[in-house]
């Protein structure tokens, strides 16, 4: 009996041995035969929660040798957010956050203890199965998209550079619109159109000469903000605009309390004989509307600071076509001072030499009013760089 006992024993421990061996030489197998993983994310520099995600995928890496994770930062990269908007489109989806990533189909929204499962599921999924190019678009009922409730706290930085953005263009724009320099040259037009025609075609002046002025710094504008986010130089110009808010303020400022000393925030003294000829040459609206163009470049000198630094801000911070709404909102408001002096003047107050003597009165308040502005939206921005915001 004892005997029988024996050899049944050995035989179950033979059996077992043998059940194991099997087990391993199978999942050697599986291993050498896995294939490989490709897993796409896009994240934020600073973001925490994309920070926590790439800790963990660098974990998933050493279990998983064959999984190779592609990184797309946002942030900085604007090329890379360019990218993961195209793919939005492409996918059909609503995506704005990160950390966000694809894989077999799937596009995971955020990071969390539950969102760790979903990704490690996934790759072990396509160890055994190839899952391809995880941004190959396959039917709408293929797409299955996963994220929880804490995802909408993930983009908080790019939140508040968001809130942050229309209010410094507005305040940008307002210092643009009581710079004493478009004054001036809205004056003069007004003045040479009134001794050559009645108030209602002198106001037809001023329009095509407003018209234009908003044209061409709209296509200034645009044609730099595109050269800004082509180049990939948006984050160190946004450092360099910041320097140039502080210059401007202060030059501004120091207008105040000793104008026409040293740099002067206008037109340069020894052009306005040569612009001044020029407004007083146009005799048609049509003249009035080409005049403005070169205009525009006579007062770049002193209404392109605010300009350069909203642009500096706009290519680091969004995308082409909302950068196209705040350019036609900040050159709006750039121009409705204008608009509203030709109204005063066509409707009753057709003595443009007082208008220029108030002018003459008020500049160095206005220079004292665009300094302290350009000096607030500076520092807002010296604290976004400090507090990482952009």
């Known amino acids: 009996m004892k005997k029988i006992i024996i050899v049944l024993t050995l035989i179950l421990m033979l059996v077992f041995t043998t059940n194991v061996i099997a087990e391993n030489e199978n999942e050697n197998e599986n291993e050498n035969d896995s294939f490989t993983v ?39 990269n604007n090329e890379n957010r360019i990218l993961f908007q195209e793919i939005s489109k492409k996918f059909d989806v609503n995506l704005g956050g990160v950390p966000t990533v694809f894989i077999n189909g799937k596009i995971i929204e955020g990071f969390s203890n539950s969102l760790k499962k979903q990704i490690e599921n996934e790759i072990k999924i396509c160890l055994v199965k190839d899952c391809g190019n995880p ?34 263009v507005i305040s940008a724009a307002a210092v643009d619109a009581i710079n004493p320099c478009a004054f001036a040259v809205l004056i003069i037009l007004m003045t040479a159109a009134l001794s050559i025609a009645d108030k209602k075609k002198a106001l037809r002046f001023g329009l095509a000469f407003t018209a234009s002025i908003y044209i061409s710094y709209f296509l200034i504008g645009l044609g730099l903000f595109s050269v800004l986010q082509a180049t990939g130089l948006s984050h160190r110009f946004y450092i360099f605009v910041t320097i140039l808010a502080v210059i401007v303020g202060i030059l ?18 020894s052009w306005r004989p040569k612009l001044k000829k020029i407004l007083n040459s146009v005799t ?20 392109g600071g605010p300009y350069i630094v909203i642009l500096g801000l706009l290519a680091k911070e969004v995308t082409k076509s909302v950068g196209l709404f705040y350019l036609l909102l900040y050159n709006f408001i750039f121009v409705c001072p204008l608009i509203i002096l030709l109204i005063i003047i066509y409707k009753g107050f057709s003595n443009t030499e007082k208008l220029e003597k108030i002018r003459k009165e008020k500049i160095k308040l206005l220079h004292l009013i665009s300094g302290i502005l350009m000096l607030g939206i500076a520092i807002v921005m010296i604290l976004s760089i400090i507090y990482g915001w952009v």
């Open 38 to 76: 490709n897993l796409v994310m896009f994240y934020g520099q600073g973001c925490p929660h994309c920070a926590s995600l790439r800790l963990f995928l660098d974990d998933q890496i050493e279990k998983y040798p064959s999984l190779i994770v592609h990184e797309y930062e946002v942030y900085q």
């Open 135 to 168: 941004l190959d678009k396959g039917t709408n009922d293929d797409i299955h998209i996963f994220n929880d409730s804490s995802f909408s706290i993930l983009d908080t930085k790019k939140e508040i550079s968001q809130k942050l953005t229309i209010p410094i």
């Open 252 to 269: 501004n400022i120091k207008d105040y309390f000793w104008y026409g000393k040293g740099i002067l925030m206008e037109i340069p003294l």
């Open 284 to 303: 048609s609206p049509f003249g009035a509307f080409f005049v403005g163009f070169a205009v525009s470049l006579f007062e770049l000198p002193c209404t």
